[in-house]
Nanobody, 118 residues
């Protein structure tokens, strides 16, 4: 599956952005879909994920500000980001994960840059 992320950009602190990730195929076969981010000089970290049953999971740093959702009919995963902070600046990657007996199988999008700055 190919993943195309979009929606990044430059926003002032306190602003909002919505990221979208469109998959080339159905996302219903994936157990978990979501978003990770990587800031310069830092490791990639989990931002938010959502399971096939609709259960979300958030990192502590974004809890209460970000909302992850999925639209299976559109093969799309969203990340609504509110009350953005400069420390949210990073490249955001969408991810789909299939859990198999041999371990997780991950697919990654190309990343979209989010810059929070005044």
């Amino acid at each position: 599956v190919q993943l195309q992320a979009s929606g990044g950009g430059l926003v002032q602190p306190g602003g909002s952005l919505r990221l979208s990730c469109v998959a080339s195929g159905s996302i219903t076969s994936f157990n978990i879909v979501g978003w990770y981010r990587q800031a310069p000089g830092k490791k990639r970290e989990l931002v938010a994920t959502i399971t096939s049953s609709g259960s979300p999971n958030y990192s502590d740093s974004v809890k209460g500000r970000f909302t992850v959702s999925r639209d299976n009919a559109k093969n799309t995963v969203y990340l609504q980001m509110n009350s953005l902070k400069p420390e949210d600046t990073a490249v955001y990657y969408c991810n789909t994960r299939r859990l198999t007996p041999g371990g997780p199988s991950d697919y990654w999008g190309q990343g979209t840059q989010v810059t929070v700055s005044s």
